[in-house]
């Protein structure tokens, strides 16, 4: 079971509130950001990932409002980086996968917006994944395959829920999409393993960033 972040409600308050529904992503979508922001080789500081919240270049109506959104996005943050030091990476409870999930719009499918806030979170931060991805490169380049291969699962899976009728539509083009209908539950089932395999990998890239002065050499007096 998840352990819930304990300012949800007032998030979700805030969220579908006449003054910022229209302005804001889903609370769905935003939980996805944020798990991508708190997965990040290197985390932005919060003048960087803050704005991603907004559907467009949108205003918060006032600075009380401004304050309480960022004081509890920050606590979220906090709390998906407690979730990852302590091996606690799940899919929030309410990110289930219902019977013909594949004919559910992504707006309505709370799974699909998450998803689409990975993504999103992750496209932003791909110079910083970049970087990260040439020191291991420059290091260890042997380790490149499987890391490679795991990143590439792992976004893999997140496009296929972030989109399931879209992915099912590939499917029949494939002609196989009543074996995708069939296997969705499983593949269901692997999505959090898949996320723990992105945190990992993150963590191991983080290695090599702590490791990337290692051969600087001061200047001779």
Request: proline residues 7%.
């Amino acid at each position: 079971m998840t352990i819930t972040f304990v300012r949800e409600q007032e998030l979700k308050a805030l969220c579908q509130s006449d003054a910022l529904s229209h302005a804001l992503f889903s609370v769905d979508y935003l939980k996805g950001l944020v798990f991508a922001v708190a997965s990040a080789p290197e985390i932005p500081m919060p003048e960087v990932w803050l704005p991603w919240i907004f559907r467009e270049h949108g205003q918060l109506p006032d600075t009380g409002t401004a304050d309480k959104l960022t004081d509890i996005l920050m606590g979220l943050l906090q709390h998906q980086l407690r979730l990852m030091r302590d091996d606690q990476v799940r899919l929030d409870d309410g990110l289930e996968l219902p019977p013909d999930a594949h004919k559910i719009n992504t707006e309505q499918l709370p799974l699909s917006r998450w998803c689409n806030g990975v993504l999103a979170g992750h496209s932003r931060l791909e110079k910083v994944w970049n970087n990260a991805w040439q020191k291991m490169h420059n290091k260890n380049p042997h380790a490149m395959p499987a890391a490679t291969k795991n990143l590439s699962h792992c976004l893999t899976m997140f496009s296929t829920f972030a989109d399931l009728p879209l992915a099912f539509e590939q499917a029949k083009v494939r002609d196989n999409d009543k074996q995708f209908v069939a296997l969705l539950p499983t593949v269901f089932l692997s999505l959090p393993p898949a996320l723990q395999t992105y945190v990992n990998l993150s963590g191991t890239l983080v290695e090599y960033l702590l490791n990337q002065f290692e051969t600087f050499s001061p200047p001779s007096k």
